[in-house]
């Protein structure tokens, strides 16, 4: 307090929060490049490189990261690789670096989990807006893309949508759907039939084959849209715990 009054503080504008960088690239020469671009950028931090896969994943093991920039071709031959880099980094946001950017390998990278396909001829200025963006949280997709995943996506939901015979499924088969639609895990599944998590495993792929889905979200919509528990004798309508099946769909993934 003066003579004069209160003193009014400056309002400065809070810093913006560091971006953790993961660079994962086989050319050395690319690292050093991009690592100098990102040097200037205060928001922008290079916590590791990596050359090779196994580099990345023992980086993302030790070095706490925001976003990840990997370029395409280590993936090559081995795309299961995303959903296991996303298992082992789960707040790690991942842009793949593509030589070519195609509708197969776009569609596929973004449903398994990847926040950015961009070309490999990217200019700098345009990566680093694109890794702002991402470590804020959005999806970086240019419109031809766009297309490309919701032509995709409504290919796929007619798909589940559209009748099939009605196939056989074994009492355990019956209540594995049953646990998954009731949003239950595959630990807690276990326990409710009483077998282990592997056995669980092993029943959903089972189940996946029969119906054509990849995955619990799409077992748990081919069951919603086909009503599939109560196509079924109500003598299986039970688990093994004794318990009716449940209707409300809750998906865990």
Request: net charge neutral; aromatic share 6%.
């Amino acid at each position: 307090m003066t003579a004069n009054g209160p003193i009014n503080p400056t309002t400065e504008a809070a810093p913006s929060p560091e971006i953790r960088v993961i660079l994962a690239d086989s050319q050395a020469i690319y690292r050093v490049g991009m690592r100098k671009v990102f040097a200037v950028e205060d928001d922008i931090r290079v916590v590791a490189q990596a050359e090779t896969l196994n580099n990345l994943y023992t980086a993302l093991q030790r070095f706490p990261t925001d976003v990840v920039v990997l370029e395409g071709q280590l993936l090559a031959g081995t795309i299961d690789a995303i959903p296991e880099l996303v298992r082992r980094a789960p707040d790690a946001k991942i842009i793949v670096q593509v030589v070519e950017v195609d509708e197969s390998t776009t569609v596929e990278l973004y449903r398994r989990g990847v926040r950015g396909v961009v070309p490999r001829s990217i200019s700098p200025d345009m990566l680093i807006k694109c890794i702002r963006k991402i470590a804020a949280g959005e999806t970086w997709i240019d419109n031809q893309s766009v297309g490309w995943v919701i032509e995709a996506y409504r290919s796929q939901a007619q798909q589940l949508t559209s009748p099939r015979a009605q196939l056989k499924f074994s009492p355990k088969e019956l209540a594995v759907i049953s646990c998954i639609t009731r949003g239950m895990r595959n630990k807690e599944i276990a326990y409710q039939v009483g077998t282990t998590e592997q056995v669980i495993k092993n029943y959903l792929r089972k189940i996946y084959d029969k119906l054509g889905v990849s995955d619990r979200l799409e077992l748990a919509l081919y069951c919603m849209h086909h009503q599939l528990l109560k196509q079924y004798p109500a003598d299986a309508m039970f688990d093994l715990a004794g318990d009716p099946v449940a209707e409300p769909l809750s998906v865990r993934m």
